[in-house]
């Protein structure tokens, strides 16, 4: 049929096409400043389904950072320290069922998040951050 588009595995037909946006200002030929990458914006046009699915998903994500952040922030204020591999391995086999190799990729997000705010409070003591910041917060929910 034509204007219908098989989704993934499921097969359903999608009753419109996607659109697919290229980031005019980024050349996917620089390949010394940013690797060869570039940013490509995709606009979804899910059916019923399809959202449900999607919006479980997404809500499974910001549950798995919000508890895996607030779990971590518990530990560095009890103890000044971060304990990555327990909670990582226990949050990412909570939620591995319903997000797939995703759980591990906002675990991995939420790791790369701590240790940044690590690596800013280390230059925050030292005083070797401008004058203009202040003093760094943990990472947000």
Aim: no cysteine; glycine share 8%.
């Amino acid at each position: 049929m034509p204007g219908l588009v098989p989704f993934s595995s499921l097969d359903e037909p999608v009753g419109r096409l996607p659109t697919l946006f290229a980031n005019p200002g980024t050349p996917s030929s620089r390949k010394k400043e940013d690797g060869g990458k570039r940013t490509v914006r995709l606009r979804l046009l899910p059916n019923g389904a399809q959202e449900r699915r999607l919006r479980r998903i997404a809500d499974a994500t910001a549950k798995l950072w919000n508890e895996l952040n607030y779990a971590r922030l518990v530990q560095f204020r009890e103890t000044g320290r971060v304990d990555f591999r327990d909670t990582k391995h226990e949050f990412y086999h909570r939620y591995k069922g319903v997000l797939g190799v995703n759980a591990g990729q906002v675990v991995n997000l939420n790791n790369n998040a701590w240790k940044s705010y690590f690596e800013l409070l280390k230059l925050y003591r030292q005083g070797r951050l401008p004058k203009f910041y202040r003093k760094p917060s943990p990472p947000g929910f």
